[in-house]
């Protein structure tokens, strides 16, 4: 199995950007279609972009245009460039397979991005 460990995130203004890097153990990384999700407070965990083992690329409407999913398969590591934050970005990000229904097992703990209106 996959263990998965996410970091970079952090209180940021309105307006500015982060960017979320994903972890990932084991050689299997690279054939995996992964997807970022994002638990705000008072609701259910949600995918807000997704790359297959190739590189496409889909997004949650709400992140259109403003988050950019990456990955590096050398360094077994994902990545969410966050542009143009705004305060309804904020809760906890987490990586995961892509997966619909979204996965039951394999969460890190996450990482805290919180934008101050």
């Known amino acids: 199995q996959v263990q998965l460990v996410e970091s970079g995130g952090g209180l940021v203004q309105a307006g500015g950007s982060l960017r979320l890097s994903c972890a990932a153990s084991g050689s299997i990384f690279r054939l995996l279609a992964m997807g970022w999700y994002r638990q705000a407070p008072g609701k259910q965990r949600e995918m807000v972009a997704g790359?297959?083992?190739?590189?496409?690329?889909n997004y949650a409407d709400s992140v259109k245009g403003r988050f950019t999913i990456s990955r590096d398969n050398a360094k077994n590591t994902m990545y969410l460039q966050m542009n143009s934050l705004k305060a309804e970005d904020t809760g906890v990000y987490y990586c995961?397979?892509?997966?619909?229904?979204?996965?039951?097992?394999?969460w890190g703990q996450g990482t805290q991005v919180t934008v101050s209106s």
């Open positions: 790359i297959t083992s190739g590189g496409n690329r």
């Open positions: 995961n397979r892509m997966l619909t229904p979204i996965p039951i097992t394999g």
